[in-house]
């Protein structure tokens, strides 16, 4: 079956409406525990499977060693992560093992520092911080592993920051189909590079009427679909 760009942009404004209601019903504000449960999710989602990351930081936070009440000193608490994200996994009945535990666990331990020290709490850090690019640009310059992606999902997970843009390969895909973007341009990583493209990816979604950060959502969700069906139907040719 042929995904046409019009068969796409037609499935995203079918399902844009719902992602709308849902993200303007508002969610209960997170306390510092699940901020940091997030906060770990997204930095532990760099070149692994979500599940897996999702797995480490759900073990992370069952212990809470990131929350500055736990007392860890820096050391300590790297070495309570190192050996927390070295253990094994079971993913969907498979034993699985997290690829980097000892450079995730340096990082982790190295953001959380950052935090304490500058803030004392990843609250306090959200609420003066305020405007969310800033946020977004603290957050990449002070937390380790975390790109702008990483730090835009986080942001919109706990601040429902919509205007801030998610940009990953089924986005990208999106956006080299509509012209946006060179063909087979990869994710940018440096900072300058995704904010040229998120600019880019805003002024297109304002033009249909979206707000940037649900539009791209939708997107992200349409995209997939079409990779796993193209995907079937290669291995069923």
């Given at each position: ?7 796409i ?16 019903a ?24 979500y ?95 975390l ?6 999902m ?27 973007c ?19 990816l ?10 940037l950060g ?6 992200w969700i ?16």
């Amino acid at each position: 079956m042929e995904y046409t760009f019009d068969r796409i942009q037609a499935a995203v404004a079918a399902i844009y409406p719902e992602i709308e209601r849902t993200a303007m019903a508002g969610h209960a504000p997170l306390c510092e525990e699940q901020l940091w449960h997030e906060l770990t999710c997204c930095i532990l989602s760099s070149q692994v499977p979500y599940s897996l990351a999702q797995a480490a930081a759900d073990r992370v936070n069952g212990h809470r060693i990131l929350t500055p009440l736990h007392g860890l000193d820096a050391e300590g608490c790297e070495r309570a992560l190192r050996s927390l994200l070295g253990g094994a996994f079971v993913i969907e009945g498979r034993e699985r093992r997290y690829r980097f535990p000892n450079s995730k666990a340096r990082q982790l331990s190295q953001t959380r520092s950052s935090v304490v020290q500058s803030f004392g709490t990843l609250s306090a850090a959200l609420s003066e911080l305020g405007d969310a690019e800033v946020t977004r640009r603290w957050l990449v310059e002070n937390a380790p592993g975390l790109g702008p992606k990483q730090a835009s999902m986080f942001l919109r997970n706990c601040r429902g920051a919509y205007d801030l843009a998610i940009i990953d390969r089924h986005v990208l895909t999106y956006m080299e189909m509509a012209g946006l973007c060179r063909s087979d341009a990869p994710v940018p990583a440096r900072y300058a590079g995704y904010i040229e493209y998120e600019l880019i990816l805003k002024s297109h979604s304002r033009a249909k009427g979206y707000m940037l950060g649900l539009f791209d959502y939708a997107v992200w969700i349409v995209m997939r679909i079409v990779a796993r069906k193209e995907i079937a139907e290669g291995q069923a040719a």
